[in-house]
């Protein structure tokens, strides 16, 4: 990975000149967003327990309901056509990815409470689940039998990732603690420090944190988290956004990037752009899109929504990034230096 | 409003013991018309209990939940042991006590402020500027203490470093009935004698004390002098009674069932102290003040409340004290059904619920109702005042009777408001 060493097929990418270029519409706050591997869908959940799918750049929407409560993750089998689904009542579901009208092809409990997040393997075989269980769960694909059961987190887990290697898994917690699974024999091999993205609140007597978000860069260089440090007021939301991006060889960390201009809220979903700048978006005190160099602390470019952010998703051929929001829109944001 | 006993009234020079016992006497006392109630209190000790849920609890996470609707958040509702009555998916141990509770769906206090909403709720009424009202845990001490009991009338259970004593709660009951506050469940502080005090050494002191008192109470006597008093009789009492702040003693498999937890122990102190005659007693959990990620932090303090309330209210029942006992599980307010940009629920006090178990209360009973997204009370509005009115009744005494100030009558409940008979038995 190069800094903005772009190929020469690529567009002319210059994150200092994001911009929205679509915003549609739902009737419902959402809650977590995915472009499919091909690019040609981007997903969202949202909060009425439907999943939305509009078609990129038209924006044809077309709504799959089969979830009693609210999908929060979202993953993709490349090789099968298939999108998998998690929610808040630890249902998981596998749907085709095109078509006029998908349905489920199956429908699981994969966690005894909320599934937090999902991720397919590079290989597309393997989906792995994480939820407020406490568990890892690894599903076989397509057909959605189990395969393994990752146990060692004490508390919610937040995020999984599969690294490109496909070899490893790194699941994150509330408490910020990131764990590294080999995948093959479901041992954990190793542990990250992610524990500024959590604080217990001694007035409150709650805990916040946890990974909203959680990315590799495509060569598996760098793991990113992201979520909400310097908490005062966990009931209230008062704390900054925060990505900690680790260097994977060593197991260090490697920056934690904060938005140059003070914000209040949490960072909920993260992305490392082939060309190696970090995109982030948040909400909290307003919406934010924020981009940072790796080796500069403070964000390098910020972009003020018009809505808050509640996750990021980066398109495979990495120009546009979409964004679900509060209020029930899902915007489009184009990272090329020109007009589309 | 200051309780000044050396004001000469008549009524305040009486204990409680004669308030209760001289039915009928000349004094105007409202609550002495009624002949039977001393007979009724003396034969059978009625208890309160109030579980409060500090910060404002969710209806639509509890007692009302929506789901599937736009305000409903992510949370099912799940079957009780009523046919019929859904509470959320939180409460998987409570909803097999639901036949031993009743839940009012219809609640509109109509006050979104911590301060004033928890006035409305622990007073019954709104508060007014001249008159301060008693707190219902004073109002119980009062009308349903015995004062030969050693324990405090009211008893309040705080986490650790949020509550004290406040006078204040009593207002013109009298500091006597304040509340005794345990911080973190813990026995008031000193309650040992001291290793080098012998009880001769101490009997010796306390009839000196007395000796000083008397005479000084001659000369002047004040609700506060009579409070100072009185605390030394009742910590000696307490000393005697101190085992029952032990939960230490109860079996293991009791306390792993209410929860190692602050919350789980003092469930379980409370017990103990019911059991042990205590009047009324308060438990605080917090924190239910939920703006931000309300249904992460639900999760977790529900997750907290729903077995160690569940298993409180069984072994009420199965001591057999549930039937004299009111169980009250209130907050400050309710929570928004809309859900804001943070995940969260602001301060809602127009449409939301509170449950009611025990004493005087019909299990399994359903009252009011909101509409489909939980926006609005749409079927038998009540307000605080018709909870205050409910509770005295539960319990045996007349709403409608007067506390006297100075010969100015001040009705237990608010007299605007009257009992919610649909859930009482």
New interface residues.
């Given amino acids: 990975m190069s800094f903005l060493a772009a190929p020469p097929t690529a567009p002319a990418i210059d994150p200092t000149k994001v911009r929205e270029v679509s915003s549609w519409p739902h009737t ?2 959402l809650v977590c967003a995915r472009f499919d591997p091909s690019g040609a869908f981007v997903f969202a959940g949202a ?3 439907t999943i939305v799918r509009w078609t990129v750049p038209e924006g044809k929407k077309v709504v799959l309901t089969g979830h ?3 999908v929060r993750s979202l993953a993709f089998s490349a090789r099968d056509g298939l999108l998998f689904s998690g ?3 630890g249902r998981l579901l596998a749907w085709p990815v095109a078509g006029d009208a998908p349905a489920p092809r199956w429908d699981i409990t994969a966690h005894r ?2 599934i937090r997040a999902l991720a397919s393997s590079p290989d597309s075989r393997r989906l792995a689940s994480c939820g ?1 269980d406490h568990l890892v769960r690894l599903w076989h694909v397509p057909d959605g039998q189990p395969l393994r059961t990752l146990d060692g987190h004490d508390c919610h887990v937040y995020n999984v990732a599969f690294h490109p290697d496909g070899k490893w898994l790194a699941s994150a917690d509330l408490k910020g603690n990131v764990k590294v699974w080999d995948v093959e024999r479901g041992e954990c091999v190793r542990e990250l420090d992610a524990r500024i993205l959590h604080k217990y609140d001694g007035v ?5 944190g946890g990974a909203r978000g959680m990315a590799f860069d495509p060569e598996g260089k760098y793991l990113a988290c992201c979520g909400i440090t310097n908490v005062s007021n ?4 008062v704390g900054n956004p925060l990505v900690v991006l680790f260097d994977w060889a060593s197991g260090k960390q490697k920056a934690q990037l904060k938005p140059r201009a003070p914000h209040q809220g949490t960072a909920w979903g993260v992305a490392i752009h082939p060309l190696g700048f970090i995109l982030a978006a948040g ?2 005190n307003g919406g934010e899109l924020w981009v940072w160099k790796p080796d500069d602390p403070l964000s390098w470019h910020t972009l003020k929504l018009a ?2 952010a509640r996750d990021l998703s980066l398109h495979p051929k990495g120009r546009l990034v979409a964004i679900p929001c ?2 029930s829109r899902l915007r489009l944001y184009d990272l090329a230096s020109a007009a589309r | 409003m200051h309780c000044n006993y050396a004001c000469g009234s008549s009524d305040h020079l009486l204990s409680r013991r004669s308030f209760l016992t001289a039915a009928g006497g000349a004094l105007g006392l409202g609550l002495l018309t009624q002949p039977s109630l001393a007979r009724v209190l003396n034969g059978q000790q009625k208890r309160v209990l109030v579980i409060d849920l500090h910060g404002g609890v969710s209806q639509l996470e509890t007692w009302d939940p929506k789901p599937g609707t736009n305000t409903g958040g992510p949370f099912q509702a799940i079957p009780t042991s009523v046919p019929g009555i859904h509470i959320s998916e939180l409460l998987p141990h409570t909803a097999r006590q639901m036949h031993r509770m009743a839940l009012v769906r219809s609640l509109n206090t109509a006050e979104d402020d911590h301060g004033k909403g928890a006035i409305i709720m622990n007073t019954g009424r709104r508060q007014e500027p001249g008159l301060t009202y008693p707190h219902l845990g004073s109002a119980c001490a009062r009308l349903l203490g015995d004062e030969s009991n050693p324990l405090p009338g009211y008893i309040n259970i705080t986490p650790h470093g949020t509550g004290g004593v406040s006078v204040a709660d009593a207002a013109f009951l009298g500091p006597r009935f304040a509340p005794v506050s345990l911080d973190d469940g813990k026995a008031p502080q000193n309650i040992d004698r001291p290793a080098d005090l012998t009880a001769a050494a101490e009997q010796t002191r306390q009839l000196l004390r007395l000796r000083a008192s008397e005479r000084f109470l001659r000369r002047r006597r004040t609700a506060q002098t009579e409070a100072y008093t009185q605390t030394y009789d009742q910590a000696v009492g307490l000393m005697q009674k101190k085992h029952l702040f032990n939960t230490a003693n109860e079996p293991e498999k009791l306390r792993d069932r209410y929860g190692r937890h602050d919350f789980g122990r003092h469930c379980l102190l409370a017990r103990r102290l019911l059991e042990g005659g205590a009047t009324f007693v308060k438990v605080t959990h917090t924190n239910y003040d939920t703006h931000h990620e309300n249904f992460d932090f639900h999760l977790e303090q529900l997750g907290e409340f729903d077995l160690p309330f569940a298993t409180l209210l069984e072994d009420l029942a199965l001591r057999g004290l549930l039937d004299t006992t009111l169980v009250i599980v209130q907050s400050e307010f309710g929570r928004t059904p809309n859900i804001n940009h943070l995940y969260g629920r602001d301060h809602w006090s127009r449409a939301w619920s509170v449950a009611l178990a025990g004493c005087g209360i019909k299990g399994g009973a359903v009252v009011g109702k909101t509409n489909a997204n939980g926006t609005a009370v749409v079927d038998r509005e009540v307000n605080a005042g018709h909870l205050f009115h409910t509770y005295f009744k539960a319990l045996g005494l007349d709403p409608k009777k007067n506390f006297y100030v100075e010969q100015r009558p001040i009705p237990l409940a608010d007299p605007k408001a009257s009992a919610i008979t649909e859930i009482l038995a």
Avoid: E, L, T
């Fill in positions: 419902s706050p909060q009425d327990n009693k409560s609210w929610d808040y009542a409470g909320w407020n409150f007597r709650a805990d916040i966990a009931f209230a939301g909400g909290g809505g808050n509060h209020d």
